[in-house]
C-alpha cells in the first residue's frame, strides 16, 4: 500500500511541476492546494530537498521549486525516498535486502519467488513513470470527465 508520505510526496511534486515556470510555491499553498497537512508536508518537502529533487528561497517571494524537470523526477526515485523499499517483503528487495528470520532456504523460498516478480513488474513501471507523466495523465483524465 502507498504511505499518504509518499503519496503526499507525489502530490507535492505534480502541483510544483503544473507551477514550474511560475515563481516558488510557499509550503501553505501547496498544502491548502492538496489537502496535506502543512506541518507533515515542511518535513516531506525537507527530505525531498536534501535529495536534490527541490529548490528552496528564504523571505518574499520564497518557497519551493522543482530542482529538476519533471520528466526526470521518476516514481521510484520519490518512493525510496519517502518509504525505502519498493519489495513486499525484505528478501526481495534490491536496496534494502535482509533475510527473512522465519526461511531455512531461500532459493527454495516460493513466496520469496512470487515476490522477486512483484517487486521487478513494480520497480518497471515506477522506473518508467515521471512526474511528467503523472502530470499528462491527470491532463488526459480531465478531458474525459
Known amino acids: 500500500m502507498l504511505s499518504k ?11 510544483l511541476g ?13 498544502a491548502e492546494e492538496e489537502r ?11 527530505d525531498l530537498r536534501n535529495a536534490g529533487f527541490l529548490y528552496s528561497k528564504k523571505g518574499a517571494g520564497g518557497g519551493y521549486s522543482l530542482n529538476k524537470d519533471p520528466k526526470d523526477i521518476y516514481l521510484v526515485q520519490i ?5 525505502g523499499p519498493i519489495a513486499m517483503v525484505p528478501c526481495a528487495s534490491l536496496n534494502f535486502y535482509h533475510k527473512c528470520d522465519e526461511c531455512h532456504q531461500e532459493t527454495t523460498c516460493g513466496i ?13 513501471i ?16 480531465l478531458l474525459n470527465v
Open 18 to 30: 503544473k507551477n514550474a515556470d511560475k515563481p516558488p510555491m510557499q509550503i501553505s499553498k501547496i
Open 5 to 15: 508520505k509518499t503519496k503526499y510526496a507525489i502530490k507535492a511534486l505534480v502541483v
Open 126 to 141: 515506477l522506473s518508467e513513470t515521471s512526474i511528467a507523466d503523472v502530470i499528462s495523465r491527470e491532463s488526459t483524465l
Open 79 to 83: 518512493m525510496r525516498i519517502t518509504d
Open 112 to 124: 520469496r519467488d512470487v515476490f522477486i516478480e512483484v517487486r521487478d513488474a513494480t520497480v518497471k
Open 36 to 46: 496535506i497537512p502543512k506541518k507533515f508536508l515542511e518535513q516531506i518537502l525537507l
